[in-house]
């Protein structure tokens, strides 16, 4: 009968492995959990998805018959109680999709910005667009921009 010359590994490697598997399979747990759970933002001391149901906003897009390249202006109403911080801007038409962001302008409450250009997206009278508002909560890393999806209006292009 033949012996067995070699040897396992020994007490202290396979232990170390061992840990070394768990930290690493512990760290990707965690961080998935962090990806599903999402981090928390909030508008003055409420979560933010609260405070998007007091938005409260109209929104007008036209034609630019002096801009040559067919590109539309906005129009926005702040009617509510929160400044908007910007705005998406999103065409969607027979085979065409089109996006904006806009966030040069804050819209304070009660206030409005008129004509501000939709650079990028060519409007014609008819078309279809949703206006998305996005206001600013604060997170654990500071400021965040958060679009309130549920508040977006339908808004057709006017000539």
Request: charged fraction near 20%; hydrophobic fraction near 45%; charge should be negative.
């Amino acid at each position: 009968m033949k012996a067995f010359t070699k040897r396992g590994l020994s007490p202290v490697i396979a232990t170390t492995l061992l840990v070394a598997i768990s930290l690493v399979l512990a760290m990707i747990i965690f961080l998935w959990a962090k990806g599903v759970v999402g981090e928390a933002i909030e508008k003055d001391g409420v979560a933010i998805e609260i405070k998007c149901e007091d938005i409260v906003f109209t929104a007008d897009i036209t034609e630019d018959p002096s801009n040559p390249s067919g590109f539309g202006l906005i129009s926005i109403q702040n009617d509510g109680n929160i400044p908007l911080y910007g705005v998406d801007v999103k065409k969607v038409g027979a085979g065409t999709i089109g996006s904006k962001s806009i966030f040069e302008h804050t819209i304070p409450n009660g206030d409005s910005i008129v004509d501000i250009e939709l650079e990028d997206i060519e409007v014609i009278s008819g078309d279809e667009f949703t206006v998305i508002p996005i206001i600013v909560g604060t997170s654990d890393a500071g400021n965040k921009q958060y679009p309130c999806v549920n508040k977006g209006q339908s808004v057709t292009a006017i000539g």
